[in-house]
């Protein structure tokens, strides 16, 4: 059974940080890219970042590109988002899951944790 477990959301205000942790269990991820998501209320799931099994290539959203980095920890079967400056507009939901290829479409995602609530007070 796979597990992605996410943790580390919470409330902050404007220009504060956050660091998400998403640990995978239940099977080897060799090869794999891990990528968080998120989801606002009333809107589309949007892609945030993704990185590759090595940690060498990592792709960001336009929006967050310079305030949040994502990395990971084989050894752990983790990864994570460091979210820095962080805006009243980042209050989202945020899913991390897996994927084979390093897309930015959800459906290219085989495995979704359960998500973890980021709230940003202006």
């Known amino acids: 059974q796979v597990q992605l477990v996410e943790s580390g959301g919470g409330l902050v205000q404007a220009g504060g940080s956050l660091r998400l942790s998403c640990a995978a269990s239940?099977?080897?991820?060799?090869?794999?890219?891990m990528g968080w998501f998120r989801q606002a209320p009333g809107k589309e799931r949007e892609f945030v970042a993704v990185?590759?099994?090595?940690?060498?290539?990592?792709y960001y959203a336009d929006s967050v590109k310079g305030r949040f980095t994502i990395s990971k920890d084989n050894a752990k079967n983790t990864v994570y988002l460091q979210m820095d400056t962080l805006k009243p507009e980042d209050t989202a939901v945020y899913y991390c899951?897996?994927?084979?290829?390093?897309?930015?479409?959800?459906?290219?995602?085989?495995?979704w944790g359960q998500g973890t609530q980021v709230t940003v007070s202006s």
């Open positions: 239940g099977r080897t991820f060799s090869n794999y890219a």
């Open positions: 899951a897996v994927t084979r290829t390093l897309l930015k479409r959800a459906e290219a995602y085989d495995y």
């Open positions: 990185i590759n099994w090595s940690g060498t290539i990592t």
